[in-house]
């Protein structure tokens, strides 16, 4: 099983990034993706009433069989603790290559200080659920993604992001995004 301490993108390696002003996209992939993923319609949708889509479960197995294109991917201790048993799931988990622990943010509150002077003075987009338009960092743009299936605006929110990733002339963004179509827990 993997060791989710051992992954080499760690919290000092975030605030190195953004000190440094590195430009990285980091997506957290839950229960609730690899519950898709790995096609458990067992009831269809997820705690937070989320459908699950066939399509969706198809997009976030090429993102995977991809490496990301670049894109950081940050594993939840919860879907290891829950679907470690599954070999469909330890096929995926061990075949890529993850970046980091999905919690590197959540388990250093005593850091959050810290995480938010790195953001000052980078131009940051982030992608989520409403509740996230009140952080306490500045954010360059807000793009806000249903509560319930925003699986059904995936298409919508590709050209939203097109047209912002044209619009960035300053060269500099960070993107904090969930790939699965889910409030946070």
Known sequence: MIDLNKLPFTFDSLIESLNIKKNFSLS??????????????????????????????????????????????????????DLGHLPAFNNFVNVNTWSANAEILSRNHARDKEFFKALEGRDVVLVGN???????????????????????????MVIVMLLMATGNRSGDAWHLRRPRPSSAR
Not at 133 to 156: H, S, T
């Open 28 to 81: 957290r992939w839950g229960d609730g993706e690899w519950m898709c993923l790995l096609g458990d319609w067992a009831e269809g949708k997820n705690t937070d009433n989320h459908r699950y889509y066939p399509d969706m479960g198809e997009r976030l197995k090429e993102i995977l069989v991809t490496g990301g294109k670049g894109e950081l991917l940050a594993l939840q201790s919860l879907a290891v603790k």
């Open 130 to 156: 409403g509740y996230l338009r009140e952080v306490p960092f500045k954010v360059r743009q807000f793009v806000e993604i249903p509560l319930v299936n925003c699986w059904l605006e995936y298409d919508k």
